[in-house]
């Protein structure tokens, strides 16, 4: 087993708080840990070469990144010794067992697509990941955030790149636990963008700790394959479903959770599919790539490997080292 329990500290009494940076982003007071007859300890992964502990953890400044159903993310800095994600699982009932099996699959995941996860903590009322920190942000946040005076749009080169390190990314992913480990959320604003602008994806090995998602969340997300809403079981089949998504997001620039037409339950694949059978293929994609030249081919190359991964029969959809391929010969970047 390749996680490695370099401290494992004593039993946290009393309670354990972050101040934020930023004061209106703060939840109303504290958060606060306490562990009842359950002993909280921090398992690293991958060595030796960490110079905090969970007393330094919480005890540093930390800028809250997101808020969703079940889980808190923030960006801590731990003095000047690392900067890092910590997701903060909120009201999530699961048992040690499962939870620590989840965290070592994940930990023993070692790849530049995909984000690292470098420690967990676990106790009866508070669980916490600690992931790598990616200063670009996630892909969400660059095709729809807000640009500002300074913002540049993503070229066509850059989309490509992101692309192809996102799918190496998830088909990684899907190689663990002998072939069988399922991501479950991918979507934009998991697939953080590193230095090289390539993709990474986020996030994984939550699905079965969130599996009580509410069914309006996973059909007002966008993301999720049909058979999602009705099984209510990801599957390797619906990743690549999410990730076509993901492609289709790129090439249009368009938010797949936004309405996309006046049937407002027509979300980005199917207002795709209707827009290409009426052959105005063009309308789809982003005014900022229709203002680049002889990118027209590999545009509509990138189209057909998205709609590919969103076909509504499973079946149907290409494995993900399929679609990795497919992506690769649109144009080999280095």
Not at 291 to 307: A, K, P, T
């Amino acid at each position: 087993m390749m996680a490695c329990f370099l401290r494992k500290k004593r039993c946290m009494k009393g309670k354990l708080s972050w101040k934020s940076k930023k004061r209106d982003l703060s939840p109303s007071g504290n958060w606060a840990l306490e562990d009842d007859d359950v002993e909280g300890k921090i398992v690293f992964f991958g060595g030796s070469n960490y110079t905090f502990d969970l007393d330094d953890l919480l005890a540093s400044s930390a800028e809250i990144l997101g808020k969703g159903v079940f889980a808190t993310t923030y960006k801590v800095a731990v003095e000047d010794t690392a900067t890092v994600v910590v997701k903060r699982f909120e009201e999530v009932v699961v048992g040690r067992r499962e939870f620590e099996q989840q965290m070592e699959i994940v930990g023993r995941i070692r790849h530049d697509n995909v984000a690292e996860l470098k420690a967990y903590y676990y106790s009866k009322n508070d669980k916490l990941a600690v992931y790598s920190y990616y200063s670009q942000g996630n892909l969400f946040k660059m095709l729809h955030g807000d640009k500002g005076e300074n913002g540049v749009p993503l070229d066509w080169e850059s989309r490509l790149r992101i692309a192809i390190g996102a799918a190496r990314g998830l088909a990684i992913i899907h190689e663990a636990d002998g072939g069988k480990f399922v991501h479950g959320n991918i979507k934009s604003s998991n697939i953080f963008i590193d230095s090289q602008c390539n993709g990474c994806i986020c996030d994984l090995g939550l699905t079965l700790i969130m599996r009580s998602l509410p069914q309006t969340n996973l059909r007002s997300s966008g993301y999720h394959a049909p058979e999602i809403t009705d099984t209510r079981k990801s599957t390797q089949f619906s990743d690549v479903y999410s990730f076509g998504v993901v492609l289709l997001e790129l090439l249009t620039g368009k938010s797949p959770a936004s309405p996309l037409s006046r049937e407002e339950d027509m979300d980005l694949a199917s207002w795709i599919r209707s827009v290409v059978s009426e052959e105005w293929t063009g309308e789809v994609f982003d005014i900022e790539l229709m203002r680049q030249m002889g990118i027209d081919e590999e545009m509509v190359e990138m189209l057909q490997i998205g709609l590919a991964c969103v076909a509504l029969k499973p079946q149907d959809r290409p494995h993900i080292t399929h679609v990795v391929k497919m992506i690769q010969d649109i144009r080999t970047i280095e």
